[in-house]
């Protein structure tokens, strides 16, 4: 089992930028895929970005490719996501999840995870 904490979040203005950080517990941390979601108010959880496990496979939402930039340090059990020219859409809270199966090499759907942190909020003033 692995627990997950975010950090980094907070409010910026359109255009800046935020990097968010998600540590893991446990000495595993390599043997999970790693993803980025988001879910704003009324809406449903929305992929961001996903890393394997080794951190050469990732994969994006057409919504932020190009924005925003996952990495991963195994060796500091934590996952980054990196987030440029934010826009007031991208307003949400964020969480990192941890995906288990080893068939997986990265995961766009929630259900797919087995582990989720608890989430930090993202504002982006317009």
């Known amino acids: 089992q692995v627990q997950l904490v975010e950090s980094g979040g907070g409010l910026v203005q359109a255009g800046g930028s935020l990097r968010l950080a998600c540590a893991a517990s446990?000495?595993?941390?390599?043997?999970?895929?790693m993803g980025w979601f988001r879910q704003a108010p009324g809406k449903e959880r929305e992929f961001l970005a996903a890393i394997s496990r080794s951190g050469s496979t990732t994969d994006y939402a057409d919504s932020v490719k190009g924005r925003f930039t996952i990495s991963r340090d195994n060796a500091k059990n934590t996952v980054y996501l990196q987030m440029n020219s934010l826009k007031p859409e991208d307003t949400a809270v964020y969480y990192c999840?941890?995906?288990?199966?080893?068939?997986?090499?990265?995961?766009?759907?929630?259900?797919?995870?087995?582990?989720w942190g608890q989430g930090t909020q993202v504002t982006v003033s317009s």
């Open positions: 999840a941890a995906c288990a199966a080893t068939r997986v090499i990265v995961a766009t759907t929630p259900g797919i995870y087995d582990y």
């Open positions: 446990g000495r595993t941390f390599s043997r999970y895929a």
